[in-house]
């Protein structure tokens, strides 16, 4: 009995020690995140009304309300990491920040590198035209001076668009390093128009900071869904994000900080007939 017992507690042990080897490669993000007290967010500051930078160079924003509101879910602090559209997968690989709650388009091309969530936005493309343009429907862009923020999904779906219908126009096609860039490219009329999202368009034409400009015509590229990234690998990570955008919807906080940084009626973010 005596060398029984001791065969079934060495078999305890082991499975035991088997567990919390099992538990530590377990541990993802989350479970960082978690043990250092910080969740680090990059989130771009020059696209307001997502994210910017406001009278006392403090960021704010939706993404970075969002950013604020996922901390405090985990009862952590957060950090705010500003960057541009090129640097938001580099910062993730390189172990910068935790998440990008920036405002990325749900591609498959960036999926091959970095694991999405299920969308927290989704905008239209929209072109932004000085006040006396005379560009009034989309086809109009064809032989007009057009410019995008480098790295954007508006700019390589402006790209492709042109090249599949326009692929002998006389128009002028130009990459900016930055949105900021391209609102006063276009107020200065070094190119006839910029492709940005629709929140980022109306945000500027309100705010008169880049002069005389207007609304123009909407891009045909159908619903731009966006979603938070962070490492392709971190499964349990994704799933608690996720969880977060569905308990973000269902509180009501999401239509709370639309109105407060955007207005209007909240869009959905489901996809009739899709399950993602």
Same mark, same amino acid.
């Given at each position: 009995? &005596?060398?029984?017992?001791?065969?079934?507690? $060495?078999?305890?042990?082991?499975?035991?020690?088997?567990?919390?080897?099992?538990?530590?490669?377990?541990?993802?993000k989350l479970d960082d995140v978690l043990a /250092?007290?910080?969740?680090? @967010?990059?989130? #771009?500051?020059?696209?307001?009304?997502?994210?910017?930078? /406001?009278?006392?160079?403090?960021?704010?924003?939706?993404? #970075?309300?969002? @950013?604020?509101?996922?901390?405090?879910?985990?009862?952590?602090?957060?950090?705010?990491?500003?960057?541009?559209?090129?640097?938001?997968?580099?910062?993730? *690989?390189?172990?910068?920040?935790?998440?990008?709650?920036?405002? +990325? +388009?749900?591609?498959?091309?960036?999926?091959? %590198? #970095?694991?999405?969530?299920?969308?927290?936005m989704v905008f239209q493309f929209q072109a932004?035209?000085?006040?006396?343009?005379?560009?009034?429907?989309?086809?109009?862009?064809? $032989?007009?001076?057009?410019?995008?923020?480098?790295?954007?999904?508006?700019? $390589?779906?402006?790209?492709?668009?042109? /090249?599949?219908?326009?692929?002998?126009?006389?128009?002028?096609?130009? +990459?900016?390093?930055?949105?900021?860039?391209?609102?006063?490219?276009?107020?200065?009329?070094?190119?006839?128009?910029?492709?940005?999202?629709? %929140?980022?368009?109306? &945000?500027?034409?309100? +705010?008169?900071?880049?002069?005389?400009?207007?609304?123009?015509?909407?891009?045909?590229?159908?619903?731009?869904?966006?979603?938070?990234? %962070?490492?392709?690998?971190?499964?349990?990570? *994704?799933?608690?994000?996720?969880?977060?955008?569905?308990?973000?919807?269902?509180?009501?906080?999401?239509?709370?900080?639309?109105?407060?940084?955007?207005?209007?009626?909240?869009?959905?973010? /489901?996809?009739?007939?899709?399950?993602?």
């Amino acid at each position: 009995m &005596n060398n029984l017992f001791k065969g079934a507690a $060495s078999a305890v042990l082991a499975l035991s020690a088997s567990v919390l080897i099992t538990g530590q490669a377990a541990a993802d993000k989350l479970d960082d995140v978690l043990a /250092d007290g910080e969740l680090r @967010c990059a989130v #771009v500051l020059d696209f307001p009304p997502m994210g910017f930078r /406001d009278s006392n160079n403090e960021p704010v924003g939706m993404d #970075v309300d969002m @950013c604020a509101d996922l901390a405090a879910a985990m009862g952590v602090d957060h950090q705010v990491v500003g960057v541009t559209w090129a640097e938001r997968i580099p910062a993730l *690989i390189s172990g910068k920040v935790d998440v990008a709650i920036a405002s +990325s +388009s749900d591609t498959l091309e960036r999926a091959q %590198t #970095v694991g999405f969530t299920v969308p927290y936005m989704v905008f239209q493309f929209q072109a932004l035209l000085k006040e006396d343009a005379d560009i009034t429907a989309w086809e109009d862009l064809e $032989s007009a001076r057009v410019g995008a923020a480098v790295g954007t999904t508006y700019e $390589s779906e402006f790209l492709a668009y042109k /090249d599949t219908h326009w692929p002998d126009a006389e128009g002028r096609y130009v +990459s900016f390093q930055s949105e900021n860039e391209s609102f006063l490219a276009v107020s200065q009329g070094q190119v006839d128009a910029v492709i940005v999202t629709d %929140t980022a368009a109306a &945000n500027v034409v309100n +705010s008169d900071k880049y002069g005389e400009l207007k609304l123009g015509p909407v891009a045909p590229f159908g619903a731009d869904y966006v979603g938070m990234m %962070t490492l392709r690998q971190e499964y349990g990570w *994704i799933n608690y994000l996720n969880l977060f955008i569905n308990r973000q919807i269902r509180s009501g906080r999401f239509d709370e900080l639309y109105a407060k940084w955007i207005g209007g009626e909240p869009p959905a973010l /489901d996809i009739p007939g899709v399950y993602y």
